[in-house]
């Protein structure tokens, strides 16, 4: 990778070179370490490419910029996403992942900096599992999305993302062609035991066992 794409603190942990290979992306104050366990727990034996976003609110790692509390800076939110697009590009030869099937795994920020990808540089994922996130940015026109499988698993009672706002962005997806399996969970913000048995019961279904 060359020293800009570099930048991206992450961790590549190898893994059974047939499978899937994860891409985790942690939420607001975040590292490249919080998601491994989850990871791990939901696709045993497969390899992952977890990433650090480059953005700092109050010292806490973001993927991009925002303005107030669910108010993104769209400016920032595109080039990030492109930066971090680009980086996956680079990653899957320094990797040596080649067409294996990428696919994420965002909590919050990380799920909402998934789904612009899914909406603005759709060639780089194969698939997702987005974790309470919420409309990145509204597109002038919908992307390409058939053959993409997607989980989004929000809660019902979160106070930062409205059960409506994540409604629409499972909508847009699935306009946009996505495989998708929209779950609203009588949950918050946080995550919950059964987020892991849903993620790890679709992963299977989408994947092959686990």
């Known amino acids: 990778m060359n020293a800009t794409e570099a930048d991206f603190k992450h961790i590549f942990l190898p893994g059974d070179a047939d499978r899937p290979v994860l891409l985790l992306l942690h939420g607001t104050g975040g590292d490249e370490n919080d998601l491994v366990p989850l990871g791990q727990a939901v696709a045993p034996d497969h390899a992952i490419l977890s990433v650090r976003g480059r953005v700092l609110e109050n010292g806490m790692p973001r993927f991009f910029r925002r303005l107030a509390e669910g108010v993104f800076d769209l400016d920032d939110l595109k080039f990030r996403t492109d930066e971090l697009a680009d980086f996956i590009t680079a990653a899957r030869d320094e990797y040596e992942i080649g067409k294996r099937p990428l696919v994420a795994l965002g909590y919050s920020n990380g799920a909402n900096i998934a789904a612009s990808l899914f909406l603005k ?9 987005l974790l309470r996130a919420m409309v990145p940015f509204d597109p002038d026109e919908l992307p390409h999305l058939q053959g993409k499988k997607i989980l989004m698993l929000t809660g019902m009672m979160d106070p930062i993302i409205p059960l409506e706002n994540s409604k629409k962005l499972a909508g847009m997806l699935a306009d946009a062609g996505a495989d ?14 059964s987020d892991l048995t849903d993620m790890q019961s679709w992963f299977t279904a989408a994947y092959g066992t686990i």
Do not use: I, N, T
């Not at 540089?121 to 599992?129: I, K, S, T, Y």
């Not at 779950?183 to 919950?192: F, I, Y």
């Open 180 to 193: 998708l399996d929209f779950r609203a969970k009588p949950m918050a913000h946080g995550l919950g035991p």
């Open 121 to 129: 540089r759709p060639e780089v994922l194969d698939g997702a599992m």
